[in-house]
């Protein structure tokens, strides 16, 4: 019996220690595959950034798409009007004209809730308006040259025309592109971003036509011997929409609130 009791038992509490081993093992190798690694972590981060560009790219789609079908429509709703002015006698021809030419004005305000989820280029839109306003003001000075040969004789009232023509002309150029820099980037931030693009836009028509007013009044006053009112409506008429456009463009310079 003595024998017996001091045997070392042999069964559950012998495999103890070993048991123990393996269930720490089995532990210590779970907790390392829950630990995250770099590769992971760049894989979740990646994921997690993929999603909100995805989203963006499918609401640019859609913007896309709304934005070709209100273009799409409104050129083909002025190349009707053109080709059906081809056909019409002289009145109402210089009507559907008219027509085709106050919805190409009107263009910006058709395409506005577009603005925000297309947006213009910054770059673009500035740089073809800059370029086209550089011919123009070409154009002023040389009307001013044109203007000094235009009559049979050199008069004084030729010279008086072209000083203020050159003059005018090298005011705009200042006035655009430098007090007012209309030809900077132009970055479309929400809805008063897009309200201050379409401001910048269509503060160029008073412009053109300003110019267009001034070169022709120019040539038109340095060719008479006595100015008349016509030529003098010209050119006071350039003389007051260059202002006004400039004055238009600098608003839209503001910061958008």
């Given at each position: 019996?003595?024998?017996?009791?001091?045997?070392?038992?042999?069964?559950?509490?012998?495999?103890?220690?070993?048991?123990?081993?393996?269930?720490?093992?089995?532990?210590a190798?779970?907790?390392?595959?829950?630990?995250?690694?770099?590769?992971?972590?760049?894989?979740?981060?990646?994921?997690?950034?993929?999603?909100?560009?995805?989203?963006r790219?499918?609401h640019?789609?859609?913007?896309?798409?709304?934005?070709?079908?209100?273009?799409?429509?409104?050129y083909?709703?002025?190349?009707?009007?053109?080709?059906?002015?081809?056909?019409?006698?002289?009145?109402?021809?210089?009507?559907?004209?008219?027509?085709?030419?106050?919805?190409?004005?009107?263009?910006?305000?058709?395409?506005?809730?577009?603005?925000?989820t297309?947006?213009?280029?910054?770059?673009?839109?500035?740089?073809?308006?800059?370029?086209?306003?550089?011919?123009?003001?070409?154009?002023?000075?040389?009307?001013?040259?044109?203007?000094?040969?235009?009559?049979?004789?050199?008069h004084?009232?030729?010279?008086?025309?072209?000083?203020?023509?050159?003059?005018?002309?090298?005011?705009t150029w200042?006035?655009?592109?430098?007090?007012?820099?209309a030809?900077?980037?132009?970055?479309?931030?929400?809805?008063?971003?897009?309200?201050?693009?379409?401001?910048w836009?269509?503060?160029?028509?008073?412009?053109?036509?300003?110019?267009?007013?001034?070169?022709?009044g120019?040539?038109?006053?340095?060719?008479?011997?006595?100015?008349?009112?016509?030529?003098?409506?010209?050119?006071?008429?350039?003389?007051?929409?260059?202002?006004?456009?400039?004055?238009?463009?600098?608003?839209?310079?503001?910061?958008?609130?």
């Open positions: 019996m003595h024998r017996h009791l001091g045997r070392r038992p042999v069964g559950q509490h012998a495999l103890q220690p070993r048991s123990h081993a393996v269930g720490l093992s089995h532990a190798w779970q907790q390392a595959d829950a630990q995250p690694t770099p590769d992971s972590l760049a894989g979740r981060q990646a994921g997690a950034d993929a999603q909100p560009r995805l989203q790219d499918a640019l789609l859609v913007g896309a798409h709304g934005l070709f079908r209100a273009y799409a429509s409104l083909l709703l002025q190349a009707a009007l053109w080709a059906a002015s081809a056909v019409l006698p002289p009145t109402p021809r210089l009507v559907l004209w008219g027509l085709a030419l106050s919805l190409d004005l009107a263009s910006w305000w058709w395409v506005a809730r577009y603005t925000t297309v947006r213009p280029h910054p770059e673009h839109l500035p740089e073809r308006f800059g370029l086209f306003t550089i011919i123009l003001l070409g154009e002023g000075i040389a009307s001013v040259v044109h203007a000094l040969d235009h009559g049979t004789e050199l004084g009232h030729a010279v008086a025309a072209a000083l203020g023509g050159v003059a005018l002309t090298f005011a200042l006035g655009y592109f430098e007090v007012t820099r030809h900077d980037e132009r970055q479309v931030e929400g809805a008063a971003g897009g309200r201050n693009l379409r401001l836009a269509y503060g160029h028509v008073p412009i053109y036509v300003g110019v267009f007013s001034l070169a022709a120019t040539v038109a006053m340095g060719g008479e011997a006595a100015w008349a009112a016509p030529q003098i409506l010209l050119y006071v008429a350039g003389i007051a929409l260059i202002p006004l456009g400039l004055a238009l463009l600098r608003r839209a310079a503001r910061p958008a609130h």
